[in-house]
């Protein structure tokens, strides 16, 4: 059974760092996308950073852009968000997604992810 479980959420000031991992459970797939979206509320959920895990081709949102830095184990069938010089705005729920069957160059399309963990949530204070 496929899990993916977040962590590392919280609260922090504007200008702190957070590092959220996303543990994947019974993922034995060598090569799919991965990534964080995350969903504030009354807003549309947005693609964070993506990671092609057979390359490593990444996507990475312009609002987080030299901010955030998304990252894989492999070994560990772990993801993380590194997340310095948080801003309020990226106040939200963070989400972890993969899925085996999307294309290397679609990573970052939320709507398409079969599966999905329940969420961390990271709230940055100004």
């Known amino acids: 059974q496929v899990r993916l479980v977040e962590s590392g959420g919280g609260s922090v000031q504007a200008g702190g760092s957070l590092r959220l991992s996303c543990a994947a459970y019974?993922?034995?797939?060598?090569?799919?996308?991965t990534g964080w979206f995350r969903q504030a509320p009354g807003k549309e959920r947005e693609a964070v950073a993506t990671?092609?895990?057979?390359?490593?081709?990444?996507y990475v949102a312009e609002t987080v852009k030299g901010r955030f830095t998304i990252s894989q184990d492999n070994a560990k069938n772990t993801l993380y968000l590194q997340m310095n010089n948080l801003k309020p705005e990226d106040t939200a729920r963070y989400y972890c997604?993969?899925?085996?069957?999307?294309?290397?160059?679609?990573?970052?399309?939320?709507?398409?992810?079969?599966?999905w963990g329940k969420g961390t949530q990271v709230t940055v204070s100004s």
């Open positions: 997604a993969a899925d085996p069957n999307l294309d290397r160059n679609y990573c970052y399309v939320s709507s398409s992810y079969l599966h």
């Open positions: 019974g993922y034995t797939y060598s090569s799919y996308c």
């Open positions: 990671i092609y895990t057979g390359d490593g081709k990444t």
